[in-house]
């Protein structure tokens, strides 16, 4: 069975717990859709291939599916309870960026720091790609650090004018040793010092919802540790392939890099 809906955005209403959160069906975005009376347990969604979040909304159902930025336009399908559902995604243009980056190992790195970035993506990709099945009550974040919030999602980027994927974070301005804090409470499931973020840390909030922290100057956390929200992290820094200090801030839904701003509080 497919079911298509072609409602607009504006006409999708969330209450209770997604209520601070926009549905934006668009590449990079969220796809917000009811699936069921609450009153049996929480149906079985996946997105190619990948466990989605259900979350309880009143008196009902929501799944919360991250779309991929390279996703096309047009339908999206994903199943629930084995049966496919399909809905529309709208679309939405990012812009371009080109910074020069002085050290030129973290554009062209050599053979050895390939091998290193190779090791690190299988912890980092590990940790984004986690889901642990447990209620989730929401998925609205308070901001990890007071400051600018640059509307870098999604850039197409160039390195010394060489192409690279697009930006999969919000950049944060703020100075060196500025705390960083929990914006939801989770579990860590990875820190350490990588090539490209530098000092990282990423927290797991359940059911494949995940947030990051790079370029750190300092790690406030470990690994298995508990955090509530508002609980330190660690301190704003420049580690890793930056331009200078700031946060780069990352959320994940089923193993997708979605825009940041979607879920942060005003």
Same mark, same amino acid.
């Given at each position: 069975?497919?079911?298509?809906?072609?409602?607009?955005?504006?006409?999708?209403?969330?209450?209770?717990?997604?209520?601070?959160?926009?549905?934006?069906?668009?590449?990079?975005?969220?796809?917000?859709?009811?699936?069921? +009376? *609450?009153?049996?347990?929480?149906?079985? &969604?996946?997105? @190619? %291939?990948?466990?989605?979040?259900?979350?309880?909304? /009143?008196? =009902?159902?929501?799944?919360?599916?991250?779309?991929?930025?390279?996703?096309?336009?047009?339908?999206?399908?994903?199943?629930?309870?084995?049966?496919?559902?399909?809905?529309?995604?709208?679309?939405?243009?990012?812009?371009?960026?080109?910074?020069?980056?002085?050290?030129?190992?973290?554009?062209?790195?050599?053979?050895?720091?390939?091998?290193?970035?190779?090791?690190?993506?299988?912890?980092?990709? +590990? *940790?984004?790609?986690?889901?642990?099945? &447990?209620?989730? @009550? %929401?998925?609205?974040?308070?901001?990890?650090?007071? /400051?600018? =919030?640059?509307?870098?999602?999604?850039?197409?980027?160039?390195?010394?004018?060489?192409?690279?994927?697009?930006?999969?974070?919000?950049?944060?301005?703020?100075?060196?040793?500025?705390?960083?804090?929990?914006?939801?409470?989770?579990?860590?499931?990875?820190?350490?010092?990588?090539?490209?973020?530098?000092?990282?840390?990423?927290?797991?909030?359940?059911?494949?919802?995940?947030?990051?922290?790079?370029?750190?100057?300092?790690?406030?956390?470990?690994?298995?540790? @508990?955090?509530?929200?508002?609980?330190?992290?660690?301190?704003?820094?420049?580690?890793?392939?930056?331009?200078?200090?700031?946060?780069?801030?990352?959320?994940?839904?089923?193993?997708?890099?979605?825009?940041?701003?979607?879920?942060?509080?005003?």
């Amino acid at each position: 069975m497919i079911r298509t809906l072609l409602a607009p955005v504006a006409a999708l209403a969330t209450t209770a717990a997604l209520a601070a959160t926009a549905d934006s069906r668009r590449p990079g975005g969220i796809v917000i859709e009811d699936v069921g +009376a *609450a009153d049996r347990p929480a149906p079985v &969604v996946e997105f @190619d %291939g990948r466990r989605i979040m259900t979350m309880r909304d /009143g008196g =009902r159902w929501k799944a919360v599916v991250g779309v991929p930025l390279g996703a096309e336009t047009g339908p999206l399908r994903f199943s629930v309870d084995g049966n496919t559902v399909s809905v529309t995604l709208f679309p939405h243009g990012y812009a371009e960026q080109r910074l020069t980056i002085r050290n030129r190992s973290y554009v062209t790195p050599d053979q050895a720091q390939l091998d290193r970035i190779g090791r690190e993506r299988k912890i980092i990709d +590990a *940790a984004l790609n986690n889901f642990r099945d &447990v209620p989730v @009550d %929401g998925i609205d974040l308070a901001a990890p650090v007071e /400051g600018r =919030r640059s509307s870098s999602f999604g850039l197409r980027r160039f390195f010394n004018d060489q192409p690279r994927s697009p930006h999969k974070g919000m950049d944060i301005a703020a100075a060196s040793g500025t705390p960083i804090v929990a914006p939801r409470a989770g579990i860590v499931t990875a820190t350490g010092n990588y090539f490209f973020n530098g000092n990282t840390v990423i927290v797991d909030h359940g059911q494949g919802f995940v947030t990051m922290y790079c370029h750190l100057s300092e790690i406030g956390v470990e690994e298995g540790q @508990d955090v509530a929200r508002g609980g330190p992290l660690g301190t704003v820094g420049a580690t890793g392939r930056v331009t200078g200090p700031h946060l780069h801030f990352g959320t994940y839904l089923n193993g997708t890099a979605v825009d940041p701003s979607i879920l942060l509080e005003d």
